[in-house]
C-alpha cells in the first residue's frame, strides 16, 4: 500500500515502553531492508483509511532504533488525546501482522560531527522527546565522545524507554522528575557549559521555548526539533497570492483564509502532508521562482535564506507569486 516514495511495511511487534507510549516496531515486506538513515531522523507512517477530509492519515514519528540494522524500523508513540488522531489510531487499532505504509527517512535533527577534540555534546529529552535522542547516544558512546544526557518527565511513570536508560552509563545521565524535583533549572544545568558544547534538545514546547532563549545570549550552540508548531510571529498578515505550478500548468490563487497546500489539494494536486503545523517537513516543495514567507519550524536559517524550499502547509509568499516544482 502507499503511494509513490512508500515502503510497504508489517507491524513486528507493539511494546510498552512507558506510560502511554508504545513502541511500534516495522519489518518492510518483499525487500531485504529499508532505506538508510541517520540519528535524528524520522519517517512517515500512512496509515489506513483515512482523515475526516478524506485524506490519508499520515503522521511522522522519530526513528529510534539502531541505524546499522535495517531489517526493522523502531518507532515510540505516545498517545496523545488532544491530538489529531493519528497515535490514537496506532494505539488501539494497528495489530501485529498488520501491514501499512512508510515514507522514506527524513532528517532536519541531524547529529553532526564533533568539531574539536574537547567538545561536549548535552541531551536535554522531555517525554517522548527522547526518541530522536535514543540513537544520538548510541552513536556519542560508539565514538567515545563527551556526552551527558538529561531525561525529564512529569513523573517516573511517564519517563520513556526506562530500560534503554538505565543501561546508559549512570555517571553520565540524569533523571528528573517534576513531582519529585520540581520544574527543571536549566539556567543552573546551562551554567559553565562554553562554545565547546552543543545541547540536543527535543520534547514539550515550553521546554523548547526556555532553551532557545537562554541560547541566545549563550557561547553554546543549540540544536532543537519541535513535535508542535510555534505561535506566529505578531503582525504578520496573510495576505491573497498567486502560485504558478510548471508541472502541471496551473496558475492558483491563495486566498488570506486558505494555506497553500489546501489550495493545492482543492486543484487536484496531490501533496502529502502530516502535521499541517509546519514541523515535520512532509509537505516541503522546491520553491522555482519568488520569494517564501517561512513560517515552519524545519528550515535552518541558511536554508531560509536560500528559498529554494518551502513547507506550504504553512509558508506563504513575500511577494505576489511563488512558482513551486509540482
Not at 127 to 135: D, E, M
Request: glycine share 10%.
Amino acid at each position: 500500500m502507499g503511494g509513490a516514495g512508500h515502503i510497504p511495511a508489517r507491524v513486528l511487534r507493539r511494546e510498552p515502553a512507558g506510560e502511554g507510549v508504545l513502541r511500534l516496531v516495522l519489518a518492510p515486506v518483499g525487500a531485504p531492508g529499508f532505506p538508510a538513515w541517520q540519528p535524528g531522523a524520522h519517517a512517515d507512517l500512512v496509515l489506513p483509511g483515512g482523515d475526516a477530509a478524506g485524506e490519508p492519515l499520515v503522521r511522522q514519528y522519530s526513528l529510534c532504533g539502531d541505524p546499522a540494522d535495517l531489517s526493522e524500523y523502531h518507532f515510540g508513540i505516545l498517545r496523545e488525546a488532544d491530538g489529531r488522531g493519528g497515535s490514537t489510531w496506532v494505539h488501539d487499532r494497528l495489530r501485529v501482522g498488520d501491514e501499512i505504509a512508510v515514507g522514506a527517512p527524513r532528517n532536519h535533527f541531524p547529529f553532526a560531527p564533533v568539531a574539536a577534540p574537547a567538545a561536549r555534546t548535552l541531551f536535554i529529552a522531555g517525554g517522548i522527546g527522547i526518541t530522536p535522542i535514543l540513537p544520538m547516544l548510541r552513536q556519542a558512546m560508539a565514538e567515545d565522545r563527551d556526552w551527558r544526557l538529561v531525561a525529564a518527565a512529569r513523573s517516573r511513570a511517564r519517563l520513556p524507554f526506562r530500560a534503554e536508560l538505565a543501561a546508559l552509563p549512570a555517571h553520565r545521565l540524569r533523571l528528573h522528575c517534576d513531582d519529585e524535583a520540581g520544574l527543571l533549572d536549566l539556567a543552573g544545568l546551562l551554567a559553565g557549559e562554553g562554545a565547546g558544547t552543543t545541547v540536543y534538545s527535543c520534547g514539550p514546547a515550553p521546554l523548547l521555548d526556555a532553551l532557545q532563549s537562554l541560547a541566545e545570549d549563550a557561547p553554546w550552540q543549540l540544536r532543537i526539533e519541535r513535535f508542535s508548531a510555534q505561535p506566529a510571529p505578531a503582525g504578520r498578515s496573510d495576505r491573497p497570492f498567486e502560485v504558478v505550478c510548471r508541472a502541471s500548468g496551473k496558475r492558483l490563487r491563495v486566498p488570506a483564509d486558505k494555506s497553500v497546500l489546501q489550495v493545492l489539494r482543492e486543484a487536484g494536486l496531490r501533496v502529502e502532508s502530516s502535521c499541517r503545523d509546519g514541523v515535520c517537513g512532509t509537505c516541503e516543495l522546491r520553491v522555482l521562482a519568488g520569494t517564501p514567507d517561512h513560517r515552519d519550524s524545519v528550515l535552518t536559517a541558511e536554508e531560509r535564506a536560500e528559498g529554494t524550499h518551502m513547507m506550504v502547509c504553512v509558508s506563504r509568499a513575500v511577494g505576489d507569486v511563488l512558482e513551486l516544482d509540482i
